[in-house]
């Protein structure tokens, strides 16, 4: 495969672009199928299959669609997808690398197979086995900005909470309060195809990588400059904590898999995605220093390598 097809197609982690889509791009595409026994869910969803040249679409455009009537909740909706696009710049007393919302949640959190948190505000509160607790939408804000974008929590009451806060719940309006969308979770690698973390090879990985990755992150994972975009950095200290989802190999891999090379989501295999995940991760990045409180009922995932309550190690 050319380098420059690579170029045009493939990055795993996307940065903004500032642009605005036109209306045309800004079609929903059709529904995913909903749990079993439901009717189709409408999934207002930027297809899997959109590449660079579309990633700045969004579905839903605080620029040209509807809003809050009250201009102060309308403005904080804007400013939260600023934040999203444009972390570092938008909050930065909270930001602590070089990673934005928007390199995880692609197309402003919006596309098919990209971790979209369309409907996802609806969800909350919910129960998460690492805080082992239930969590608001709030907290898990919170710990994205701990974790995935290694800096400090925002108050509750903070314009970036705030802000952050009104974009995902303008996002959820009109998704069904209470139940999962059927696009959440689907990023997950089946448990019956996880390969136990002790026979990963990040030798293999590192192959995968240079085949499939290293044409838009480089062979030191920070990224290559493609014009209209510049992949967010994989490793080192503008990359995510060790105690982020994204730390996690399985998470990791099965954003991989359904995600990457971007718009041509599925190239890898199960398999693939879960060796180049590893060959990632066994890169140096930022400690979390609050790990000993994850996890509380004892339970940590075989995945979650950061945590020295594991001994398992990746093969090197």
């Not at 595409?29 to 899997?48: I, T």
């Not at 620029?63 to 930065?92: K, Y």
């Not at 970036?160 to 974009?167: C, D, H, L, Q, R």
Request: aromatic share 6%; net charge positive; glycine share 10%.
């Amino acid at each position: 495969m050319s380098r420059p097809y690579l170029r045009r197609t493939a990055a795993l982690l996307a940065l903004t672009l500032a642009a605005c889509s036109s209306d045309a791009e800004r079609k929903a595409v059709p529904a995913a199928k909903a749990d079993s026994g439901d009717a189709k869910q409408a999934a207002p969803l930027v297809p899997a299959s959109a590449g660079l040249d579309r990633i700045a679409t969004l579905v839903r455009d605080p620029a040209h669609d509807s809003l809050p009537a009250d201009a102060h909740e309308a403005e904080q909706v804007r400013l939260g997808l600023r934040i999203f696009r444009n972390t570092r710049a938008e909050a930065a007393r909270f930001a602590g690398n070089g990673l934005t919302c928007e390199n995880c949640h692609l197309n402003g959190g919006q596309k098919e197979g990209a971790l979209p948190l369309v409907g996802v505000a609806a969800t909350f509160p919910q129960y998460r086995a690492r805080s082992g607790r239930l969590i608001s939408l709030q907290d898990r804000i919170a710990d994205c900005f701990q974790r995935s974008l290694n800096g400090t929590a925002p108050a509750m009451d903070s314009r970036e909470m705030m802000a952050i806060s009104a974009y995902l719940t303008w996002l959820s309006a009109g998704q069904p309060v209470g139940r999962s969308p059927a696009w959440r979770g689907a990023n997950a690698i089946p448990k019956a195809a996880q390969i136990p973390v002790e026979r990963l090879d990040t030798a293999v990985g590192r192959a995968l990588y240079g085949q499939q990755c290293v044409a838009c992150h480089g062979a030191d994972g920070q990224g290559v400059d493609l014009r209209v975009a510049k992949p967010g950095p994989l490793w080192g200290p503008r990359s995510w904590n060790d105690g982020a989802g994204a730390a996690r190999i399985y998470t990791l891999a099965g954003y991989v898999r359904r995600a990457m090379p971007l718009g041509r989501g599925g190239t890898l295999s199960d398999e693939q995605a879960q060796q180049v995940a590893a060959y990632i991760n066994s890169q140096p990045r930022p400690k979390f220093a609050g790990w000993a409180r994850d996890y509380p009922a004892g339970a940590v995932p075989p995945d979650a390598v950061y945590d020295p309550r594991h001994t398992r190690t990746t093969k090197r």
